[in-house]
């Protein structure tokens, strides 16, 4: 297993109280795999991916428990030198603003570079020469002649191609990408998905790819995880999934994506809003949405169930999981 997440907690103190951001998530990805991490803004992804990356900002955040294992070694371990050696080298990240992740004073090429002379000791001569190689293997057109560009001069597509230029530099095993098509038109962000998809298959890396929209990975993630108020409520493989959540929280992102065979019928929306992690309701964490809740549900946490004879590796936070399938 290239990346191990195993019962990672992560916790935010403030004025109010604690907010339980990541409460006992686990999961794993392998060479070559995509993970989607998918749920609604709140639900603990991007905390996740921050705690893995070693980039969460600490105060107020903290890692309380957990490990994370990247090849087999606990990066909770690390000293803060070795894990920037991780860092980038063989771990890295795509953010999902460009615009504000890129340094608007330096060229992009620039930017590019110096991760060979950091990482490297490359000369800014031979840096350069990789911008630009990097730039034209992300299609951005011109490279060459762009390399000494600044970011505003570029558009949303061709600076989250930079983003992913930046984070392919170095060949790592492993890229998580956080909302790497926010705030683009679906034109740009198919394309953005199928540069992702592609080269993650020349160079055999894991991808986590967090996104809180499931049409954006139907045709990229081999294995979707579904988290909620910071835990993970279902995961199984991507078509197992579409063809019968076991959630009732997946049922609901499903069936909110606009279908071209429902044109003219009112949008689905999940009813009410996700809780407030500081105050975390007793048992299952989406029962005042759940219209499948009962008792049960508001009194015990439910464990996450193996769902059995619907497709392997399959798992579930709900009690009645067996009558999700079937409705």
């Given at each position: 297993?290239?990346?191990?997440?195993?019962?990672l907690?992560?916790?935010?103190?403030t004025?109010?109280?604690?907010?339980?951001?990541?409460?006992?998530?686990?999961?794993?990805?392998?060479?070559?795999?995509?993970?989607?991490?998918?749920?609604?803004?709140?639900?603990?992804k991007?905390?996740?991916a921050?705690?893995?990356?070693?980039i969460?900002d600490?105060?107020?955040?903290r890692?309380?428990?957990?490990?994370?294992l990247f090849r087999?070694?606990?990066?909770l371990?690390?000293?803060?030198?070795?894990?920037?050696?991780?860092?980038?080298a063989?771990?890295?990240?795509i953010?999902?603003?460009?615009?504000?992740?890129?340094?608007p004073?330096?060229?992009?090429?620039?930017?590019?570079?110096?991760?060979?002379t950091?990482?490297?000791?490359?000369?800014?001569?031979d840096a350069?020469?990789?911008?630009?190689?990097?730039?034209?293997?992300?299609?951005?057109?011109?490279?060459?002649?762009r390399?000494?560009?600044?970011?505003?001069?570029f558009?949303?597509?061709?600076r989250?191609?930079?983003?992913?230029?930046m984070?392919?530099a170095l060949?790592p095993?492993?890229?998580?990408?956080?909302?790497?098509?926010?705030?683009?038109?679906?034109?740009?962000?198919a394309?953005?998905?199928?540069?992702l998809?592609?080269?993650?298959?020349?160079?055999?890396?894991?991808?986590?790819?967090?996104?809180?929209?499931?049409?954006v990975?139907?045709?990229?993630?081999?294995r979707?995880?579904?988290?909620?108020?910071g835990?993970i409520?279902e995961?199984?493989?991507?078509?197992?999934?579409?063809?019968?959540?076991?959630?009732?929280?997946?049922k609901?992102?499903?069936?909110s994506?606009?279908?071209?065979?429902?044109?003219?019928?009112?949008?689905?929306?999940?009813?009410?809003?996700?809780?407030?992690?500081?105050?975390?309701p007793?048992?299952?964490a989406f029962?005042?949405?759940?219209?499948?809740?009962?008792?049960?549900?508001r009194?015990?946490?439910?464990?996450?169930?193996?769902?059995?004879?619907?497709?392997?590796d399959?798992?579930?936070?709900?009690?009645?999981?067996r009558?999700?399938l079937?409705?």
């Amino acid at each position: 297993m290239l990346l191990e997440v195993r019962d990672l907690h992560v916790e935010f103190r403030t004025r109010d109280g604690v907010a339980r951001a990541v409460n006992g998530v686990t999961f794993g990805v392998d060479e070559g795999e995509t993970l989607a991490v998918l749920g609604e803004s709140g639900s603990g992804k991007s905390v996740t991916a921050q705690a893995v990356m070693g980039i969460l900002d600490t105060p107020p955040g903290r890692i309380t428990a957990g490990e994370i294992l990247f090849r087999g070694q606990d990066l909770l371990k690390f000293r803060e030198e070795d894990r920037r050696k991780v860092r980038g080298a063989q771990m890295a990240m795509i953010f999902q603003d460009a615009l504000s992740s890129l340094n608007p004073v330096l060229s992009v090429g620039a930017q590019l570079g110096e991760m060979f002379t950091v990482h490297r000791g490359a000369s800014r001569k031979d840096a350069r020469a990789k911008a630009v190689e990097l730039m034209d293997r992300v299609r951005i057109p011109g490279a060459a002649a762009r390399v000494g560009d600044y970011p505003h001069q570029f558009s949303g597509g061709m600076r989250q191609r930079i983003m992913i230029a930046m984070a392919l530099a170095l060949e790592p095993a492993l890229i998580i990408a956080d909302e790497p098509t926010t705030a683009l038109d679906v034109t740009v962000q198919a394309q953005v998905m199928d540069l992702l998809a592609e080269l993650q298959r020349e160079l055999h890396m894991g991808l986590v790819l967090i996104t809180h929209d499931l049409g954006v990975v139907a045709d990229v993630a081999d294995r979707i995880a579904v988290m909620y108020a910071g835990t993970i409520v279902e995961s199984a493989l991507v078509h197992d999934i579409y063809k019968a959540p076991a959630h009732p929280y997946t049922k609901g992102l499903l069936e909110s994506i606009p279908r071209l065979d429902q044109k003219g019928r009112e949008l689905y929306a999940i009813k009410g809003l996700p809780p407030n992690l500081l105050h975390i309701p007793p048992g299952c964490a989406f029962n005042p949405r759940c219209p499948m809740a009962r008792d049960v549900c508001r009194t015990d946490v439910p464990p996450l169930y193996e769902v059995t004879g619907a497709g392997p590796d399959r798992r579930s936070a709900c009690h009645f999981w067996r009558e999700c399938l079937d409705g």
